[in-house]
């Protein structure tokens, strides 16, 4: 595409400038093909490495983030959450907190990690466009930032503010920095205008080295003042920091600098012609690139975990990474995992379908087993970028390839050599090449200056009658009856006659003007499909009217679009914001990204597999598939509900039913199983039913209910029953315990309260009566002590609701709900106390003074005394002493007259 071609042409130019410091999309229940899986061609442009011992590696990528290795290069992982696929050109860890990272980017500022790569944020104040990090080894809240623009920027809180440090830099571009390990002040800088230093951590700089336009920077952490520098005109050594001499490999362009941990005399550096090493100081140079297959080097570090420092890793532009065990004498691709590959078209053999084509920026791959493995298959090519790729469908190993600026070429042998095929468009950009309906011998491309015709590819001629010169020509699409259709820079054309005559018809289409992709619906070709600046278009009457056709996926950019080829029809759009499916003629969109760790999706290509096999090629990630079949997906694989009250509440948790494979998932039948099945319900949430039929990329929710019937734990299973081809049937596990609900309340007309001995009650989401002075959820067995306490003015009389009494106090044992009221009686005088008292009932006197002569007369009452009569001839008495006469209690004393013991 022209607009990210221009990008990438930045980037390319501004690669040779990386500098990378050295030292040392929750839990789901998944199938395991419902997701992208990324395939290689592993390797692509590194920019940067950083290695952390022992085996941590980090490379930092044009255009494909950040990727980390946990064993010593052996295998790679995208590590970009939050921090997307930006070029990085540096990268640095606190030597303090290693786990914490910056990744400076090219456009986007400088990110930080400190989750080890988990995770990154942008930090806010940092300068856009960085080619250089440096962390204070004494002070890791200072870092140092080296700019296209700006020069040099600090920052003296972890990069939470930055300010320029430039007096006396007289360049805005900044290709490398270091920092003295010893004397941490001091900074050294690497710029298009050569060396400059400064003593006082970038306060004042001065030049030191007319070195020219130098890129890169190292220096010894044994002797700090041993330091070399790789320039446009060899490599360059200083002793002191400030007097630089020549070291050798002068006419070369060096990029790259690592030096011996332990011996400075000892050093590699990378340049255009790969890697050469040198053992005294840069006096001599020995070519060490063996098996580096491809020699323009980026970047080399020392591997910490090498005590013998003789293990180093190469990052290159366009072979990714390479490691040496022995000084560099041999180099090994080290690279599996590490997608960074610049895919601009993707193709499949229609009858092999096994067999993918893969056309990239370094040319041409190919695999015979559905991206397991790749060869590169670029011989005969005069240019290795490639962007449109065809395959014969009558005649399968023969292909054509669109190359940037070299025209065409053609393959008789299924890609295993090429030849130029492209008399009267040999320096065209071609970006897209097809083949007419009827006859495969007449080829169409579309490129930067119009529309070309051949026979074969013999000779090329130019057939834009009616479509403005030097239009660029995205996409080329043939139908029935010599029909031709064109999409471009200025919109859609249509021809009726082979493309010897066209016409514009932009009616409805995108007012941003640029058709990247069309495509036709296999069962209805009048029914066209627009790829565009603002979306996806759609028309019914072969492109004579558009209408917007984007739900779903809103005005993006919209690279391509492919059809499977037999029914049901499903769409697939490649986007700058990953895949979209759409099964019901583009009238909605859902995403279809999960496991892709790349969303620039210049293409898209759907193999005739059993089930179908979908190949995502991106813009800087290399290539991705997903099998098309039905892959079930629920969200949590497990619930659980908590404690509700028996017969009492209920609780709710959501289940997410996801489609994440590439045909529709029907959900069959779904039922709860398991012993404790009675206790638990479910309902549709955002499904339509019980039994939804979910799009590929979609989803939808079902409730589930927990409503014990009794206490006590439960446990059972939701089964879902799917016609998904790898796992039909997915349980997840139910689980919630039933409690029992205690409430206290107070009756009588006194007052008083009620203590509570017992275990914290469970959250059961008990709703408490207003009216009750205490209440509790608490699973079964639980034991509870309740005990009254009365009022000045008041005296217990009782529990009701209460299970079991000892004393005043009620003893409960959670088998059931419990209602328990604790009564008092509100005390006025004694007399009144008794006079209120029934004939049979025994009164017991709260705690208090009565002053006052009390009638005791009254037949069948008697007043109960506490702790037995003091009169030593009542010594062996316990519990209560029963009278019957006049009783009057006085200051304390008590006074018994008429009395008779009963």
């Known amino acids: 595409m022209k607009l990210l071609r221009e990008k990438f042409s930045i980037l390319g130019f501004l690669a040779f400038f990386c500098f990378c410091s050295i030292w040392h999309f929750p839990s789901v229940a998944f199938a395991a093909t419902g997701q992208w899986t990324g395939l290689g061609p592993w390797g692509g442009d ?7 011992s022992p085996s941590i590696l980090y490379a930092g990528t044009q255009n494909g983030g950040v990727f980390k290795s946990s064993d010593g290069g052996a295998h790679w992982v995208a590590v970009n959450n ?9 990268l640095a860890a606190d030597p303090a907190a290693p786990a914490n990272l910056y990744a400076a980017t090219y456009g986007n500022g400088i990110y930080k990690s400190l989750d080890a790569g988990s995770s990154w944020s942008r930090l806010a104040a940092s300068p856009a466009f960085v080619y250089a990090l440096a962390v204070d080894p004494a002070d890791s809240s200072t870092l140092y930032a080296g700019t296209d623009g700006g020069g040099v920027y600090k920052s003296t809180d972890g990069g939470a503010t930055w300010n320029g440090a430039n007096a006396g830099i007289p360049t805005a571009q900044v290709n490398a920095l270091v920092v003295d390990p010893r004397l941490t002040t001091t900074v050294y800088v690497a710029t298009a205008n050569g060396i400059f230093r400064s003593p006082d951590g970038g306060a004042n700089w001065s030049l030191v080295a007319d070195t020219g336009w130098t890129r890169d920077i190292a220096i010894s952490s044994v002797t700090p003042a041993t330091l070399y ?3 446009g005109a060899g490599i360059f050594r200083s002793n002191d920091g400030t007097t630089w001499t020549s070291a050798g490999l002068s006419g070369s362009s060096a990029y790259a600098l690592a030096i011996n941990p332990a011996d400075p005399a000892k050093v590699f550096a990378g340049t255009t012609a790969g890697i050469f090493g040198s053992a005294d100081s840069g006096d001599n140079w020995t070519l060490v690139a063996n098996g580096l297959t491809n020699g323009n080097v980026q970047t080399i570090i020392f591997d910490p975990s090498d005590t013998t420092n003789s293990s180093l890793f190469a990052g290159t532009w366009g072979g990714g990474v390479f490691k040496t065990s022995n000084s560099g004498n041999d180099w090994q691709s080290a690279n599996l995992g590490l997608g960074n590959t610049f895919v601009q078209a993707v193709v499949t053999d229609p009858s092999a379908p096994a067999t993918v084509y893969a056309g990239s920026i370094d040319g041409i791959h190919i695999s015979t087993d559905g991206g397991a493995t790749w060869l590169s298959s670029s011989s005969g090519l005069g240019n290795r970028d490639v962007e449109a790729l065809l395959v014969n469908p009558m005649s399968p190993t023969q292909l054509y390839a669109g190359t940037w600026g070299s025209g065409v070429y053609k393959s008789a042998d299924g890609g295993a050599s090429w030849m130029a095929a492209n008399t009267g468009i040999s320096s065209a950009l071609v970006h897209a090449v097809a083949m007419d309906a009827a006859n495969p011998q007449v080829v169409y491309a579309g490129t930067n200056s119009g529309i070309f015709i051949s026979s074969g590819g013999s000779a090329w001629n130019l057939c834009s009658n009616g479509i403005p010169a030097d239009t660029e020509v995205w996409s080329v699409l043939t139908a029935a009856n010599s029909v031709v259709y064109a999409g471009t820079g200025t919109g859609f054309y249509r021809s009726s006659n082979g493309g010897v005559e066209w016409i514009q018809s932009n009616t409805g289409l995108a007012p941003c003007g640029v058709v990247y992709g069309l495509a036709a619906d296999p069962t209805a070709d009048s029914t066209l499909y627009a790829a565009t600046c603002g979306g996806v278009y759609k028309s019914t009457n072969g492109g004579v009217n558009w209408t917007s056709a984007s739900s779903g996926i809103g005005e993006i950019n919209v690279y391509n679009l492919t059809f499977t080829g037999t029914a049901p029809v499903i769409i697939y759009a490649g986007t700058d914001s990953g895949v979209f499916v759409s099964r019901d003629a583009a009238a909605t969109w859902n995403t279809l990204n999960t496991g892709l760790t790349n969303g620039d999706i210049y293409a898209v290509a759907v193999a005739g597999t059993s089930p179908a096999t979908i190949y995502a090629g991106t813009w800087g990630g290399g290539v991705f598939s997903l099998t098309s079949t039905q892959d079930i997906c629920v969200s949590p694989p497990a619930l659980d509900l908590g404690y509700r009250v ?8 959501t289940v997410t039913i996801s489609n994440g494979g590439a045909s529709d998932l029907v959900i069959g039948s779904l039922a709860i199983t398991g012993a404790g099945a009675a206790a638990f319900s479910v309902t549709p949430g955002t499904c339509s039913s019980l039994t939804p039929t979910i799009l590929p990329g979609g989803s939808c929710t079902l409730n589930l209910i927990f409503a014990p019937p009794s206490g006590g734990p439960y446990a059972a299973n939701l089964e879902l029953a799917s016609n998904s081809g790898n796992t039909p049937i997915v349980n997840v596990g139910l689980n919630g315990i039933g409690a029992f609900s205690l409430s206290v309340f107070l009756g009588g007309t006194g007052s008083g309260g009620v203590s509570v001995s017992a275990e914290p009650p469970v959250d059961a989401g008990l709703v408490c009566s207003p009216a009750s002075i205490y209440c509790g959820a608490f699973e079964r067995g639980s034991s509870i002590i309740l005990t009254p306490s009365a009022d000045s003015t008041s ?26 009221t604790a009564s008092f009686i509100r005390v006025t005088s004694l007399q009144a106390i008794i006079d209120a008292a029934l004939g049979d009932d025994i009164i017991k006197l709260p705690i208090t003074t009565y002053v006052e002569n009390v009638v005791m007369n009254q037949a069948g009452k008697s007043l109960t005394l506490s702790g037995g009569w003091s009169d030593y001839s009542f010594l062996s008495q316990t519990g209560f002493t029963n009278i019957q006469g006049s009783l009057t209690i006085a200051n304390g004393t008590l006074i018994l007259e008429n009395f008779q013991i009963i």
């Open 229 to 231: 520098a790789a320039t």
């Open 46 to 52: 590194v920019e940067c490495l950083l290695a952390i």
């Open 646 to 653: 028996a017969s009492g509440n209920s609780a709710s948790q």
């Open 82 to 90: 939050g921090l997307g696929n930006p070029t990085v050109f540096a």
């Open 795 to 820: 005296y217990f009389s009782g529990w009701s609701g209460c299970p079991m009494t000892m004393g005043d106090s009620c003893f409960i044992t959670m088998n059931n709900a419990v209602n328990a």
